[in-house]
């Protein structure tokens, strides 16, 4: 059994109206997402592992929805809502919901959380993220390949060390195969602004960028510009491939479904321990879907050799020798970044031409 609250607005008015306490037999679970729930994206896949929770578990569990919520005092008052209406779990689907999320969680021991993207926890507050970072390899691989111009550019979200990371590998995935890559960045500073991130998209293509990659946009604005104007196109979180049947290259693709699963059965058996999940290719939480016909065969061999050496863990995406936009060493030959350094990675590799704000 679910309920839907389209937006903020209607959640704050909807008070008893349908979200009120779960029965006592059923675990109930709030979700929040920053965007509107489609038929793809990151609002989209994290929908879909919430009706995996739903059909692992039956009525066991009540889930309630609300869609579209703006990072601030709205998220923060839906959050305290669900709280106090009876959920026992929520999840936070937004970076920027994690301040208020812990607050929330310190003040109410028996809810437990999950927080997409994040990096604080307590005993009863999670996080989750999958590395992108190693699909985003696979998908620079594949620009490199296709490239005309030596040219790629990106219609990014958000300045955040998550999205920074997924630059630089997208950059030396593609430099891989290609070493006369160049990397433009376009940040649009929302995770959904469909008509800028177009404007975006129109502009990076103006400056010569023959493929467009859409970085955490939740819809597939940037995919249809790119089939329009005839340029290749990479996206994340979900296979997009019917925006763009001739143009796509390649989507990376996110699957949250099992670790869901696994923390609302924690939850249940009462083991729940707040903590950090990594997904990555090893475990089937990312991978690539739709990779062009248009790359060759040896291509694909090529690509595909990566896929299973990051799968078996004898590569990773960020090895040395790197060198950062100013030419400083950042990872020497022989070593790969540590996972720490990588969850605040705050600087671009040589190649991107863009600068990260300040």
């Given at each position: 059994?679910?309920?839907?609250?389209?937006?903020?607005?209607?959640?704050?008015?909807?008070?008893?109206?349908?979200?009120?306490?779960?029965?006592?037999?059923?675990?109930?679970?709030?979700?929040?997402?920053?965007?509107?729930?489609?038929?793809?994206?990151?609002?989209?896949?994290?929908?879909?592992?919430?009706?995996?929770?739903?059909?692992?578990?039956?009525?066991?569990?009540?889930?309630?929805?609300?869609?579209?919520?703006?990072?601030?005092?709205?998220?923060?008052?839906?959050?305290?809502?669900?709280?106090?209406?009876?959920?026992?779990?929520?999840?936070?689907?937004?970076?920027?919901?994690?301040?208020?999320?812990?607050?929330?969680?310190?003040?109410?021991?028996?809810?437990?959380?999950?927080?997409?993207?994040?990096?604080?926890?307590?005993?009863?507050?999670?996080?989750?993220?999958?590395?992108?970072?190693?699909?985003?390899?696979?998908?620079?691989?594949?620009?490199?390949?296709?490239?005309?111009?030596?040219?790629?550019?990106?219609?990014?979200?958000?300045?955040?060390?998550?999205?920074v990371g997924i630059i630089n590998t997208f950059t030396l995935g593609a430099q891989k195969v290609n070493p006369d890559i160049s990397v433009k960045v376009v940040w649009l500073?929302?995770?959904?602004?469909?008509?800028?991130?177009?404007?975006?998209?129109?502009?990076?293509?103006?400056?010569?960028?023959?493929?467009?990659?859409?970085?955490?946009?939740?819809?597939?604005?940037?995919?249809?510009?790119?089939?329009?104007?005839?340029?290749?196109?990479?996206?994340?979180?979900?296979?997009?491939?019917?925006?763009?049947?001739?143009?796509?290259?390649?989507?990376?693709?996110?699957?949250?479904?099992?670790?869901?699963?696994?923390?609302?059965?924690?939850?249940?058996?009462?083991?729940?321990?707040?903590?950090?999940?990594?997904?990555?290719?090893?475990?089937?939480?990312?991978?690539?879907?739709?990779?062009?016909?248009?790359?060759?065969?040896?291509?694909?061999?090529?690509?595909?050799?990566?896929?299973?050496?990051?799968?078996?863990?004898?590569f990773h995406p960020m090895s040395g020798p790197i060198v950062d936009q100013d030419g400083t060493e950042r990872i020497a030959d022989g070593d790969a970044i540590a996972d720490?350094?990588?969850?605040?990675?705050?600087?671009?590799?040589?190649?991107?031409?863009?600068?990260?704000?300040?």
């Open positions: 059994m679910k309920h839907i609250v389209k937006t903020a607005v209607a959640a704050l008015v909807a008070g008893a109206v349908g979200i009120g306490a779960a029965s006592a037999d059923k675990l109930k679970i709030g979700f929040i997402y920053p965007s509107p729930v489609g038929d793809v994206g990151w609002a989209y896949q994290l929908d879909e592992g919430r009706k995996g929770i739903e059909e692992a578990f039956g009525d066991k569990v009540e889930t309630v929805v609300v869609e579209n919520v703006p990072e601030g005092p709205d998220a923060a008052r839906i959050m305290n809502q669900m709280a106090s209406t009876g959920a026992g779990m929520i999840m936070i689907g937004s970076f920027g919901y994690m301040n208020d999320g812990l607050k929330l969680a310190k003040s109410n021991e028996d809810v437990k959380f999950i927080h997409a993207s994040g990096y604080k926890t307590a005993p009863n507050f999670g996080n989750f993220q999958t590395r992108n970072y190693e699909s985003a390899y696979i998908a620079g691989m594949a620009a490199g390949f296709v490239t005309e111009s030596d040219t790629l550019g990106v219609v990014a979200a958000y300045p955040i060390p998550e999205v500073n929302s995770w959904f602004n469909p008509s800028k991130a177009q404007e975006s998209a129109r502009s990076l293509i103006s400056q010569s960028a023959d493929v467009i990659f859409s970085l955490y946009q939740d819809t597939p604005s940037v995919v249809t510009v790119a089939e329009e104007e005839g340029v290749y196109v990479v996206n994340t979180s979900s296979d997009m491939k019917k925006y763009a049947p001739t143009k796509l290259l390649a989507s990376m693709t996110i699957d949250w479904t099992p670790h869901f699963v696994e923390r609302v059965q924690a939850v249940l058996d009462g083991t729940f321990e707040g903590g950090a999940y990594w997904g990555g290719m090893a475990d089937g939480a990312v991978g690539v879907a739709s990779l062009s016909d248009d790359l060759t065969g040896e291509q694909k061999a090529e690509i595909q050799s990566v896929v299973d050496a990051i799968s078996g863990g004898s720490g350094d990588m969850l605040g990675i705050n600087w671009l590799v040589k190649g991107v031409e863009t600068r990260i704000p300040g």
